[in-house]
């Protein structure tokens, strides 16, 4: 009888514990922030691709600010040009790739992590490499946490599959300043009134409010 009990209060503390991995709530010292393909030749073709470079630089800014890790790829540079440089990843070694994912070139740099628990996604293109990357990293077992704000594509339908196809397999959909509170957690933090400076104005619009609607 009591080993009965024992057995089935284990199962009750494991799903609670599955629960509580299941809010997707993140912290600096289990996340890590990766920054997809924002390059030349781009620019001039994804659909907001300023906004989209603009608030991945917010959240670059504030990983820096909580020494959270930050990676950066480019996705077939002699074609595709560098990142651009407003971004502000100039002190980021960029890891070339050419698959669709960013999971294949940063195995290393995700297997020297053992503590990491989310991955903060920024970049393009959405249906292309965010999705793969997404896939990917929850096929590892991590909570990816897709930065809606500062993702793109060259086609709003395919922005707006993307997003429901990631919902869809498990990713958290968030905006970077929803994201960032939840980083900072608290406003006694000894890093908030610099991260205030870098959120006191609003993400600048990506079209998003109208993709929803529509």
């Known amino acids: 009888m009591f080993q ?13 514990a599955a629960a509580r991995l299941g809010l997707g709530r993140v912290h600096p010292g289990s996340a890590i922030l990766f920054l997809c393909d924002m390059q030349e030749k781009f620019r001039h073709k994804i659909a907001y691709f300023p906004q989209i470079v603009s608030v991945a630089s917010r959240m670059l800014k504030v990983a820096r600010l909580l020494e959270m890790p930050a990676v950066l790829t480019e996705q077939y540079p002699q074609g595709l040009g560098p990142t651009v440089p407003e971004l502000g990843a100039g002190d980021l070694q960029p890891f070339t ?55 793109s594509s060259r086609s709003q339908v395919d922005r707006l599959v993307a997003l429901a196809r990631m919902r869809q397999s498990g990713a958290f959909l968030s905006t970077s300043e ?31 409010l109208g993709l929803f609607q529509g």
């Open 178 to 208: 929803g994201l960032i509170l939840q980083l900072v957690s608290d406003a006694t933090h000894p890093q908030f009134k610099e991260i205030q400076k870098v959120i006191k104005d609003p993400a600048p619009d990506s079209g998003l």
């Open 4 to 16: 009965d009990q024992r057995t089935a209060d284990a199962k009750a503390l494991k799903e609670m």
């Open 97 to 151: 790739k050419t698959c669709f994912s960013m999971v294949p070139v940063l195995q290393q740099e995700l297997d020297s992590r053992p503590q990491l628990h989310s991955v903060l996604l920024c970049g393009i293109e959405t249906q292309a490499c965010i999705l793969n990357t997404t896939l990917d990293l929850l096929n590892r077992g991590l909570e990816v946490h897709v930065v809606v704000d500062a993702c």
